[in-house]
């Protein structure tokens, strides 16, 4: 394959993981509201999933001579499935993180001690340490902010850079 075909490919998949970040929008089941990461990062960590666990079947069956090839391709698909992005679940109770399928954090809408917003996150923080971080690979920033503040009278604590939940400025 022509090395410009793949630029091509590379920059146009660039400029679709920005686009689709403002078209995605959180979707509401059963009363609770979900941000998942975006479609194309969802793609994308599924298709590299399917590429290293076919890549490492293919070299350990048939023997090839590169003993290092199966350990590099298991090594990458470990590294994968750690770092796969989880999902923000709000509902009517308060906030949930689930990652890999499985609850791992959970913070009680009367448990928050302060929200706020970095650069590119916004952090929630309960009284008891927990945070739920919304990062920039979750989909739409606006809905959560709004979310948090039918939710919670505290929305917002002071943050670097004077970026403020309360004036998105």
């Known amino acids: ?3 410009w075909l793949l ?5 146009a998949g660039i400029g679709l993981i920005i686009q689709t970040k403002s078209l995605e929008r959180a979707k509401r089941k059963r009363g609770a509201l979900f941000y998942r990461p975006r479609l194309v990062l969802r793609f994308l960590f599924g298709l590299g ?4 666990g076919i890549g490492f079947y293919r070299t350990a ?3 090839h001579y590169e003993w290092w090839l199966p ?4 090594s990458a698909f470990i590294i994968l499935f750690c770092t796969w992005p989880g999902t923000i679940v709000l509902e009517t109770q308060g906030l949930e993180y689930f990652r890999l399928g499985f609850r791992a954090k959970e913070l009680q809408w009367h448990n928050v001690k302060y ?8 952090v929630v923080v309960g009284v008891n340490g927990v945070e739920i971080i919304h990062k920039s690979f979750h989909i ?5 902010i709004e979310e948090l503040r039918k939710h919670t009278k505290v929305i917002d604590a002071g943050s670097r850079n004077n970026k403020s939940l309360n004036t998105g400025r």
Request: hydrophobic letters at 50%; glycine letters at 10%; proline letters at 6%.
């Open 61 to 63: 069956s048939y023997g």
């Open 1 to 3: 394959m022509p090395y």
């Open 140 to 144: 739409d920033e606006p809905g959560f």
């Open 71 to 74: 350990f590099l391709l298991v």
């Open 49 to 52: 999933a399917h590429i290293f």
């Open 115 to 122: 929200a706020i917003r970095y650069s590119k996150e916004i």
């Open 7 to 11: 630029i091509g490919i590379a920059v």
